[in-house]
């Protein structure tokens, strides 16, 4: 069992900058494919970023690409997001995930993932 803990969030203006962490527990992080996704406000959740244990990226391909990265510290059971130019529409809750399975590349699909933190909430105005 994985537990997710979320942190990073808040208000921030457009054109602003946030770093979220996740912080897991277990001794087996490194083994885990981890993702953030979010959820706006009646919609759907999405993906945003994944990252193997080997560092092996999936971008989304959509409105973030270009804006945010993912990075990840196993010896401090962490994975990060880092997002730049932020814009209203990005605001959501930020959901940390991670996933047993290790494909060669991370998995857009929220299926796919095992473990969910309980969201981290991300505002920006206008």
């Known amino acids: 069992q994985v537990q997710l803990a979320e942190s990073g969030g808040g208000l921030v203006q457009a054109g602003g900058s946030l770093r979220l962490s996740c912080a897991a527990s277990?001794?087996?992080?490194?083994?885990?494919?981890m993702a953030w996704f979010r959820q706006a406000p009646g919609k759907d959740r999405e993906f945003v970023l994944g990252?193997?244990?080997?560092?092996?990226?999936?971008e989304s391909t959509d409105s973030v690409k270009g804006r945010a990265t993912i990075s990840r510290d196993n010896a401090k059971n962490t994975v990060y997001l880092q997002m730049n130019s932020l814009k209203p529409e990005d605001t959501a809750v930020y959901y940390c995930?991670?996933?047993?399975?290790?494909?060669?590349?991370?998995?857009?699909?929220?299926?796919?993932?095992?473990?969910w933190g309980q969201g981290t909430q991300v505002t920006v105005s206008s």
């Open positions: 995930a991670a996933s047993r399975r290790n494909p060669p590349w991370p998995s857009a699909k929220l299926y796919e993932y095992d473990y």
């Open positions: 990252i193997s244990g080997l560092g092996r990226i999936t």
């Open positions: 277990g001794r087996t992080f490194g083994s885990y494919t």
